[in-house]
């Protein structure tokens, strides 16, 4: 788990340990690190993120309007906008390796997942709006880095994907998102601060069933 000063983002990540062992035990991320994970498989994957990853781009934006300090504002957005380039070039790049077909229907796991972050951003609360947005950054952060350190990288052919997750600059982007989280979290309600977990929570198991369905192409909740 990554360093946090502040107790929240350490009690929300035990709230959410057993969902995230389940992320790194699944064979989709088993078989992407070695390398061997079915082209198919990785296909349905990155369709269903080319979709999620368009409407998570807007809501980190309007979660952005939500944050009036300036410096988090303009260092949120900075993250946002450096993250977001970053996803598109190694979708690009994988996308045509792979000759994948984007143009598809949400899964209801994607649209699901989709209306849960933006059902938190509509509260008007940016606690709340930051801890259902941050699985995305933060459980795939950890993922990556995880896999970076049993993966076969040399060859692999999801080699990109591994390295834009694990890299040093996301990582330091994605601390000081958790500093941000920690900061609100520190002077929140405990009603507040209660929801920012269960928030949490469940956007980190949409995490888990959006790398199921790649993998199975089924709805298995």
Same mark, same amino acid.
């Given at each position: 788990m990554?360093?946090?000063?502040?107790?929240?983002t350490?009690?929300?990540? #035990?709230?959410?340990?057993?969902?995230?062992?389940?992320?790194?035990?699944?064979?989709?991320?088993?078989?992407?690190?070695?390398?061997?994970?079915? +082209?198919?498989?990785?296909?349905?994957? &990155?369709?269903?993120?080319?979709?999620?990853?368009?409407n998570?781009?807007?809501?980190?934006?309007? &979660?952005?309007?939500?944050?009036?300090? +300036?410096?988090?504002?303009?260092m949120?957005? #900075?993250?946002?906008?450096?993250? &977001?380039?970053?996803?598109?070039?190694?979708?690009?790049? &994988?996308?045509?390796?792979?000759?994948?077909?984007?143009?598809?229907? +949400?899964?209801?796991?994607?649209?699901?997942?989709?209306?849960?972050?933006?059902?938190?951003?509509?509260?008007?609360? $940016?606690?709340?709006?930051?801890? @259902?947005?941050? +699985?995305?950054?933060?459980?795939?952060?950890?993922?990556?880095?995880?896999?970076? $350190?049993? #993966?076969?990288?040399?060859?692999?052919?999801?080699?990109?994907?591994?390295?834009?997750?694990?890299?040093?600059?996301?990582?330091?982007?994605?601390?000081?998102?958790?500093?941000?989280?920690?900061?609100?979290?520190? @002077?929140?309600?405990?009603?507040?601060?209660?929801?920012?977990?269960?928030?949490?929570? #469940?956007?980190?198991?949409?995490?888990?069933?959006?790398?199921?369905?790649?993998?199975?192409?089924?709805?298995?909740?």
């Amino acid at each position: 788990m990554a360093e946090s000063s502040s107790s929240w983002t350490r009690e929300a990540w #035990a709230a959410a340990l057993p969902v995230y062992n389940d992320i790194i035990e699944h064979p989709f991320i088993k078989e992407l690190a070695a390398g061997t994970l079915d +082209p198919a498989r990785f296909d349905r994957y &990155l369709a269903q993120d080319e979709v999620y990853i368009g409407n998570y781009g807007r809501q980190m934006f309007e &979660l952005a309007e939500l944050i009036d300090d +300036p410096s988090a504002h303009e260092m949120f957005v #900075a993250f946002a906008r450096e993250g &977001l380039e970053g996803e598109k070039a190694m979708h690009d790049l &994988l996308i045509e390796r792979f000759g994948i077909d984007t143009q598809v229907l +949400p899964s209801p796991i994607t649209a699901d997942y989709n209306a849960h972050s933006q059902a938190a951003i509509g509260t008007g609360s $940016k606690e709340i709006g930051l801890a @259902a947005l941050l +699985p995305c950054m933060w459980v795939y952060n950890e993922v990556g880095q995880h896999i970076l $350190k049993i #993966a076969s990288v040399e060859g692999n052919p999801y080699r990109e994907w591994i390295q834009e997750y694990g890299n040093e600059a996301f990582t330091e982007g994605v601390n000081a998102v958790l500093q941000l989280a920690d900061t609100y979290a520190a @002077a929140a309600s405990p009603e507040v601060r209660a929801r920012m977990t269960a928030e949490f929570v #469940a956007a980190t198991r949409f995490e888990y069933w959006f790398w199921d369905y790649g993998y199975c192409g089924e709805d298995r909740r």
